[in-house]
């Protein structure tokens, strides 16, 4: 690859919204790939500024940081990734983000109806809730789908 379409940690940094801190912790993690300069300094692929805005959405929807490397391992190395890289990439990744659109989905319905939590507050939960029949179920709010009772337990 041309040096002149290389970027600069600077560069990537403005491009990208992320601090150098976080470039060189997502390096380091092995989320992004670096050349040197003769000199040292970092050298990034255009394509770097892909992979970080992919990053940041997965993490903003709580995609951890060990899903998100697995899911940049599927793009190609010392290349840069192609649409159809990309578009095998979204493809392993549809159910996850379907599950998470059913939950969001499901939180947006949920707030001002019954939600399954025991508290027995609204018109709504002596249909949907009689006596709090859902706790033989489990802990948490059973109405909501299980992405939204993780870590409840
Ligand atoms: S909303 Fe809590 S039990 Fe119905």
Avoid at 55 to 81: K, M
Wanted: proline fraction near 5%; charge should be positive; glycine fraction near 10%.
């Amino acid at each position: 690859m041309d040096a002149r379409d290389l970027l600069t940690i600077g560069d990537v940094a403005r491009r990208s919204g992320f601090p150098p801190s976080a470039l060189r912790f997502y390096e380091r993690e092995g989320l992004l790939r670096t050349t040197r300069t003769p000199g040292g300094q970092r050298r990034y692929e255009r394509s770097t500024l892909r992979r970080l805005a992919f990053i940041r959405a997965a993490r903003t929807i709580g995609v951890s940081l060990d899903e998100v490397r697995a899911g940049l391992d599927r793009l190609p190395d010392g290349r840069t990734p192609t649409k159809a890289d990309w578009t095998r990439l979204s493809k392993a990744w549809r159910g996850r983000l379907d599950e998470q659109i059913d939950a969001l989905v499901a939180l947006r319905d949920g707030l001002d109806s019954c939600i399954g939590c025991g508290c027995l507050s609204l018109a709504r939960c002596r249909l949907s809730n009689p006596d709090d029949r859902v706790a033989a179920n489990g802990p948490g709010a059973r109405m909501f789908p299980a992405l939204l009772r993780r870590g409840e337990q």
